[in-house]
């Protein structure tokens, strides 16, 4: 194992408190702090030492791949780290998006050459644990309660929404596409028009929290036809391809497939192309966006997700209770969330504090953590 140096990306939407305080930096930051990166994504590369100097992980995968990643991930995923690990921080709501499947993600770069949609030629599902309270809107509920939430309104203008969306399932991808195409010179008059309303409840909290960042955004409305989800530290969301969602606000752990692909929806003031948004969304009713942990061995939780690019474990090791080990393939990221963790893969041991991390690679053996405090490990789903 080796210390490997995540790089803070400073987002307008980023907390100045919560990667601060996991490093045990000054708070506030100088700025917004709203990921901090641990991985080989060309955006942002991590570093390892090299002879004092910091090196691109990027770097030392494409010199070293035998050694990095093994002849088995090579050969299904080339000379990059599959997966990016991530703490993200958020203290106002990012973009309503989703994100292509495998198949349409090489498709629509091979298409997409300019770049506008597809920058890289892979898909990127997430999962993201929550290490404080969050909140986050992940999957379509049912559409009942969706006509429910805006017909309460009472706007007119609205009616064909809450009519495609008294259809049931098969009337979710009609009423996205009103919302989204909803004419420019009039969505800050119907969003002003939802606030007026005398409407209660959740969803018109929610409504009328968007729109104080987003005045003049449908996707004040679109966020209704979404699960509003609360995460308790510990739940997670997982976001296959094809899923609508948003993270609105807290601190998590988030393990993704390495990839650049987002189709934004609405709470933005990116580009949202409607047509291929469209084209790319899953209109169905996602039942239960929490995912569960599931124990594996004393102390160590994992949460199941269908995917080869990455896996996710959590460890809690303290005194009296067994060192944690596991037989997880390399290379392997490991993040210390607090206290202090003492990890060998066999080829080296570190010693972590909170918001260090460290990475092992793919000749190394099986992780043998012990200490006193809390770690996630991040891997690849290969098995």
């Known amino acids: 194992m080796e210390l490997l140096r995540g790089r803070i990306r400073d987002y307008a939407w980023g907390s100045r408190t919560a990667i601060a305080e996991l490093q045990g930096r000054p708070v506030p930051s100088a700025g917004p702090e709203a990921e901090l990166w641990l991985g080989a994504h060309p955006g942002a590369p991590a570093t390892v030492d090299r ?100 017909g309460a309104f009472g706007v007119p203008a609205l009616e064909p929404v809450v009519a495609a969306l008294r259809e049931g399932p098969a009337g979710l991808r009609e009423a996205v596409r009103l919302l989204l195409s909803w004419p420019e010179a009039e ?29 003049a955004d449908p996707g004040v409305l679109v966020a209704l036809l979404l699960h509003h989800v609360r995460l308790a530290p510990g739940e997670a969301i997982w976001m296959p391809a094809g899923n609508l969602h948003a993270y609105l606000r807290g601190t998590g752990v988030e393990i993704m497939a390495a990839s650049d692909n987002v189709l934004r929806g609405g709470l933005t003031p990116k580009r949202v192309d409607v047509d291929e948004l469209l084209r790319v969304l899953r209109f169905e009713v996602l039942d239960e966006p929490v995912v569960a942990p599931v124990a594996v061995a004393p102390g160590v939780v994992t949460w199941s997700v269908p995917v080869e690019d990455f896996a996710l474990h959590r460890v809690l090791v303290g005194p009296g209770s067994p060192l944690a080990r596991l037989a997880l393939p390399g ?37 043998v953590i012990g200490g006193e405090g809390e770690g996630y490990v991040a891997t690849v789903g290969l098995r």
């Not at 292509?100 to 993201?128: C, I, M, T």
């Not at 607090?338 to 690679?361: N, S």
């Open 51 to 150: 002879d004092g100097e910091p090196v691109d992980l990027t770097d030392l995968l494409v010199a070293e791949p035998a050694n990095w990643l093994g002849e088995r991930l090579v050969g299904r995923f080339g000379t990059r780290l599959p997966f990016l690990l991530k703490v993200l921080a958020a203290d106002a709501p990012l973009s309503l998006q989703a994100h292509p499947d495998a198949e349409q993600a090489r498709a629509g770069h091979a298409a997409d050459v300019e770049r506008v949609n597809y920058v890289d030629p892979f898909h990127k599902p997430e999962l993201l644990v929550a290490l404080s309270p969050f909140e986050a809107l992940c999957g379509f509920r049912d559409p009942a309660e969706s006509a429910a939430a805006i």
């Open 187 to 215: 969505r800050a008059g119907l969003v002003a028009a939802v606030l007026a309303a005398e409407a209660g409840g959740p969803d018109a909290v929610l409504a009328r929290a968007l729109a104080v960042d987003y005045p």
């Open 331 to 367: 290379p392997r990221v490991v993040l210390c969330r607090a206290g202090k963790l003492v990890v060998d893969d066999g080829v080296g041991t570190v010693t972590l504090g909170p918001g260090q991390a460290a990475i092992g690679t793919a000749v190394g053996g099986p992780l």
